[in-house]
């Protein structure tokens, strides 16, 4: 019987009900009285020297405010980066400034060099219009491998070349690894391109400053994963505006993915105009913008090489990876290609001895940082993908390969640095081949040749680490921030309680499913609690959402104050009750004392803390409320198996995918139904990666995919309905849940299984083509079939 | 400036508007009814469905002054007048047909339109429908099953989950 409260209960969403009614506050929503509006002009080319930013004719249009440049940016700092990667040489990597308003130079499409204030957004553009810019192109570099070779054009003029850094992992391993690839059996080969990608949050950024002259408060408005992050990074780094003095909210956020973790230079702008202006500044991004100011994701390009001894075990892994920055380094980029790539390429084997190399190029694009996944999908990929060529080349089933190299026993220590401490490979696979229906494939597969069409089935593992994770270590790998989360607990005195969290929702539920968390451990119903987020004034400092972390990490925070509640609660019923504490128990909402009908409710105890009139003040304190800051001990590890399903059409190589199935393991799990509702959203992601997004620049820096006519976002017709299932569960060992986190799993599961399933297919029409890059649009299908 | 003039959600309505200003932007900053949602330039994402005289419309496809005179309805008169959740609206709810909510109001104006020419649309039918109108959270999964069940069918047989 599906529960009907608590944890495992598929409770229905409460913040529902203002997205329905067209009620809910997103930043765009926001109007302060007497706000002004911006536009940014941006550069139209890749690559130049500013000479010169005209803004006379501009100032003198009609509803301008004040025009900004680069020039009015000199004295503010650079849009900081949160992670410093220590290369193979133990050099640091090359850390470019990154300016608010471009000064000096113009480094990709869409970079902003001016910014108009005005009464209106009209007013603001038709005076953009009129800044007469003077720029002397310089060449562009766009192909990565091309950006490291000697005499390539620089980015930035003041390092020493486009690399950022060439990271080596494990850098003693390496001699190891190389020998076990002379000693192999069989070694595969396999080069492929993770291809570039836009985030796409439905609701583009936007950012509203405000300064308050009479007691010099800011407060920024913005569409954020993480308001303290932002907080501490514009304040500390970029303004000079300490944290007592700025304010961030992040309200309703229509859509993360990651994209919304990062300071942009449009939210630094907006706080430091309203102070100049004096009055609100507000900027609303449109999705033209958005495509070429949000940091965009993946955007690899991979050697990846596996070698097995004779009885086809996997003995050595080695990849050599170029990983894409673009032209600054966005808040957390180093990290993606390096800390959360490397670290997983062990995947879900047992494989002994590993090398990754990662060199991180700066090109003439848009910023590239963590995407729904960010390093984890390109880790799965591109072994994934591996893992298949090596069956196909050795004549093996690719399942029975893949469970011939499972790690079977746990906790277990990798060759790359973590430790699994739970999962169950056999157990996901095995409920894959039961809700795939895999051995009904032949039969399906017979009536799509029936149709003149090829049926193909292609599966694949994944591990990924989610709960970013110990501050200690990630300090020693370069982090510039901790990452614990923290929650507060304040229990009113009628009995309903309050969490101020910071984590942040948007769109993952937690104002439902971390209630029952707590509706659970006192027993009381979930509409007794309600969560605050999104707003550094009234929430404890933390590090946000991302990274499958919400629940680990954040719920695992107030589970601790939760703890800390109930605890100074049971010394107020002892006193109440006139039992020692150890004998006092909560269930259902009531303290009673053991082996005794004596009981006291939920409600009186704490109306007592906040009217002691019966109270131990000698020993407690009045009031209830509770603050715990929590630093996991470890990541997470979801891992599973995906299967896709295609039917491909030899006449036109188009592809569509008929059938998906996932099977998960994400340990506990709160609420079932929004878990499976995050495991949808990340398939529907995965496979638009797999079939058909692709951000496309020429060899000039033109991004070519700047709109939603350009840029295939995946539609309703394009996906089908999902097979999910989640009920293979190890719990985590180290947190107070046992929950592992879920919503990126979707979207670094998915893409090799279709490209697996549509080789799959091309090889039932006799054409076997080794590899075939994502997106496998109609076009390239058709001509590998035809090739 | 000129002055327009139209009925929106049953009540008469005005502004002073650019003849560049989009039926959108007019019910977002004129009218304060921010439920209806600009999530692109394109007009590809449909976040900003609006029913104009009946009819499903994209409000940044439409000038505002071309609504003169029109009837117009928003997310913010779908719901039953006591304000509890319309029948569509519901459904959504009940199969977590949405996550960060952006896209939802042009979802359920564009789902609205469909089930008032379509009674019992088929799966099929649902999904090209809504070929304009972008959802970036939800796979669309629980969007095609809330408007099937809206719709009064059976949909626990849809997918197995």
């Known amino acids: ?787 | 400036m000129t002055q327009v003039k139209m009925t929106v959600n049953g009540k008469p309505a005005s502004g002073e508007v650019e003849g560049r200003t989009l039926l959108a932007s007019f019910l977002r900053e004129n009218l304060n009814l921010t439920g209806t949602h600009i999530g692109c330039d394109t007009s590809q994402c449909g976040a900003c469905v609006v029913h104009v005289d009946g009819e499903a419309v994209k409000a940044c496809t439409m000038l505002a002054v071309e609504a003169e005179g029109a009837d117009v309805k928003t997310i913010e008169s779908v719901a039953n007048a006591d304000g509890s959740l319309s029948v569509i609206q519901q459904a959504f709810q009940d199969h977590h047909g949405l996550q960060c909510g952006f896209c939802t109001p042009g979802m359920v104006m564009s789902a609205s339109a469909l089930l008032k020419d379509n009674p019992k649309p088929t799966e099929d039918e649902v999904r090209h429908y809504l070929d304009g109108n972008i959802c970036r959270c939800t796979g669309y999964h629980n969007i095609v099953k809330a408007i099937m069940a809206a719709s009064g069918q059976d949909v626990s047989a849809l997918a197995a989950e």
């Open chain 1, 1 to 787: 019987m599906p529960k009907d409260g608590g944890i495992g209960a598929s409770s229905k969403r409460r913040e529902d009900i203002r997205f329905l009614t067209g009620e809910g506050n997103y930043t765009d929503d926001i109007n302060l009285h007497g706000q002004a509006y911006v536009f940014f002009l941006r550069s139209d080319i890749a690559h130049g020297t500013l000479n010169s930013v005209d803004t006379s004719a501009a100032e003198a249009m009609p509803g301008v405010v004040k025009i900004f440049t680069g020039a009015d940016f000199e004295a503010v700092g650079s849009i900081p980066c949160g992670w410093q990667v220590t290369d193979k040489h133990g050099e640091v990597m090359q850390e470019p400034r990154h300016p608010v308003l471009a000064h000096g130079k113009v480094r990709h499409v869409g970079e902003p060099i001016a910014a108009v204030v005005a009464e209106s957004l009209s007013e603001a553009r038709d005076a953009a219009e009129a800044i007469v810019l003077d720029i002397t192109d310089l060449p562009a570099v766009i192909d990565m491998k091309e950006a490291v070779k000697a005499g390539a054009p620089k980015v930035h003029d003041d390092l020493t070349s486009n690399l950022c850094y060439d990271w080596g992992f494990v850098e003693e391993n390496k001699g190891a690894v190389d020998q076990a690839f002379k000693d192999a059996a069989h070694v595969t080969t396999l080069e492929l391109v993770n291809n570039r990608l836009v985030a796409n949050p439905m609701e583009p950024r936007v950012a509203v400053g405000d300064y308050a002259r009479g007691t010099g408060d800011h407060t920024l408005y913005t569409t954020s994963q993480n308001p303290h992050v932002i907080r501490l990074l514009m304040g500390a780094f970029v303004l000079g505006i300490p944290e007592h003095k700025l304010r961030v909210v992040a309200p309703d956020v229509g859509g993360g993915f990651g994209t919304k973790i990062f300071h942009y230079q449009e939210e630094a702008f907006c706080t430091f105009a309203a102070k100049a202006c004096n009055r609100p500044v507000k900027w609303t991004s449109s999705r033209s913008e958005a495509f070429m100011s949000d940091a965009h994701g993946r955007d690899h390009v991979t050697k990846i090489q596996m070698a097995l001894d004779k009885d086809n075990n996997f003995t050595a892994l080695r990849t050599d990876t170029y990983a894409n920055m673009g032209a600054y380094l966005s808040t957390f980029a180093p990290s993606v290609p390096t800390w959360l790539h490397g670290t997983l390429m062990a995947g879900n084997y047992k494989t002994p001895l590993i090398y990754v190399n990662v060199k991180a190029v700066f090109t003439n694009t848009v910023p590239v940082d963590a995407y729904r996944g960010a390093g984890r999908p390109e880790a799965t990929y591109q072994l994934e993908r591996l893992v298949d060529k090596c069956a196909h080349e050795l004549g093996v089933d690719p399942i029975a390969l893949r469970r011939q190299n499972f790690i079977t026993e746990f906790p277990y220590a990798t060759p790359v640095a973590v430790e699994y401490d739970t999962g169950d490979y056999v157990a996901t696979m095995d409920k894959l081949e039961e809700i795939s229906d895999m051995a009904g494939f032949a039969a399906r597969r017979t009536a799509s040749e029936a149709k003149g069409k090829l049926r193909g089935f292609g599966v694949n593992c994944y591990i990924e680490a989610c709960g970013i994770a110990p501050s200690n270590l990630v300090g020693q790998l370069g982090a510039r921030a901790g990452l614990y989360e923290s929650a507060t607990v304040r229990v009113n005195a009628t009995g309903g309680l309050v969490v101020m969290t910071g984590s942040h929702s948007h769109g993952q539920g937690h104002e439902t499913a971390f209630p029952q968390v707590i509706a659970e451990m006192i027993g009381i119903p979930e509409d007794m609690i309600e969560i605050v987020h999104g707003d550094t004034a009234n929430t404890p400092m933390g590090m946000g959402t991302y990274g499958s972390r919400s629940l680990a990490v954040g719920g695992s925070a107030m589970v601790r104050a939760t703890e800390k509640i109930i605890a100074k609660a049971k010394k107020i019923a002892s006193h109440l009750l006139e039992a020692s504490e150890g004998d006092i128990e909560l269930k259902d909402g009531a303290f009673s004392v053991a082996g005794t009908d004596k009981s006291v409710a939920w409600g009186d105890v704490t109306l007592a803390a906040y009217v002691p009139h019966n109270y131990p003040l000698e020993d407690i304190e009045p009031g209830l409320e509770e603050t715990a800051f929590y630093d996991p001990s470890n990541f997470t590890y979801p891992s599973g198996a995906y299967a896709c399903e295609v039917e491909l059409d030899p006449e036109t190589g188009h592809v569509t995918i008929e059938r998906f199935a996932a099977a998960d393991d994400f340990g506990n799990i709160v609420n079932p139904m929004i878990v499976t509702g995050q495991v949808h959203g990340g398939l529907a992601q995965g496979i638009g990666q797999a079939l058909m997004e692709n951000c496309t620049y020429d060899s000039d820096g033109q991004l070519l995919s700047a709109s939603y006519m350009d840029y295939a976002m995946p539609r309703a017709s394009d996906l089908p309905f999902y097979t999910v299932d989640h009920s293979c569960q190890t719990p985590c060992t180290h947190n107070p849940l046992g929950v592992k986190g879920c919503g990126e799993a979707g979207a670094i599961g998915s893409p090799p299984a279709v490209v697996n399933a549509v080789l799959d297919a091309m090889r039932s029409g006799g054409k076997d083509v080794g590899h075939i890059d994502m997106p496998v649009t109609p076009a390239r299908v058709w001509a590998a079939m035809n090739g």
